[in-house]
Each structure stands twice: as structure tokens, then as C-alpha cells.
Nanobody, 124 residues
Framework: QVQLVESGGGLVQAGGSLRLSCAAS????????MGWFRQAPGKEREFVTA????????HYADSVKGRFTISRINAKNTVYLQMNSLKPEDTAVYCC?????????????????WGQGTQVTVSS
């Protein structure tokens, strides 16, 4: 069983930056691929980015490529999402998710564990 807790959300002006953190409980954190997803009001949850268990492979949605960076520190059981050049359309609840197995996935159905989410609001 893995429990995930996100932090770092907030209100920021367009062009600003935020760093989200996702702390995981349990053992063998490196055996889980991790992903970030977001859900805006009235929209479906969408893939943002993911990282393999070792941290050696990452993947980004086209909408955030070049602006967001995912990373992880396995010794701290934590994955991060650095968000730069934020836009109002990035406003959403951001959730981290864990997937058993070291390879990442972009389909949310592949993820076994989910955090509660943290709100990110970008003002224009």
C-alpha cells in the first residue's frame, strides 16, 4: 500500500513558477513509476508528466513540454513537479499517482495509487 500526499500548490500570476511535491509512504519507492495528472473544473483528468522508477526516463504532455520538469529523489520517497512560465490554462487540481512497476504510463488507468491533489491557480 502506498499513500501519497501532495503539497506546494497555490495562487501565482501568469509567468510565475511553483514547485509541487508528492511524498510517498511505504517501502521500495523506486519500484513505482510516478505520474502527475491535473483536472480543471468541468474537464476530465489529464496526463501532465511521468517518470520511471529510477528517474532515468520521463515523458511530458505537449502542453507543458519545456515549461514543467518532473524529478524524484528516491531516498526521500518524493517526486517533484517544477512548473515555470505558468499560464492561466494550467489552473487545475494537480494529483500525483503511483504505478506498480518501474515503467511510466500516460494512461491514468495504469496507476494504482492516488493522492488527494493540490490546487494550482494561475491568474492572468
Amino acid at each position: 500500500q502506498v499513500q501519497l500526499v501532495e503539497s506546494g500548490g497555490g495562487l501565482v500570476q501568469a509567468g510565475g513558477s511553483l514547485r509541487l511535491s508528492c511524498a510517498a509512504s511505504g517501502r521500495f519507492f523506486s519500484s513505482y513509476a510516478m505520474g502527475w495528472f491535473r483536472q480543471a473544473p468541468g474537464k476530465e483528468r489529464e496526463f501532465v508528466t511521468a517518470i520511471s522508477g529510477s528517474g532515468g526516463s520521463t515523458h511530458y504532455a505537449d502542453s507543458v513540454k519545456g515549461r514543467f520538469t518532473i524529478s524524484r529523489i528516491n531516498a526521500k520517497n518524493t517526486v517533484y513537479l517544477q512548473m515555470n512560465s505558468l499560464k492561466p490554462e494550467d489552473t487545475a487540481v494537480y494529483c500525483c499517482a503511483a504505478r506498480s512497476g518501474s515503467y511510466y504510463a500516460i494512461d491514468l488507468r495504469e496507476y494504482n495509487y492516488w493522492g488527494q491533489g493540490t490546487q494550482v491557480t494561475v491568474s492572468s
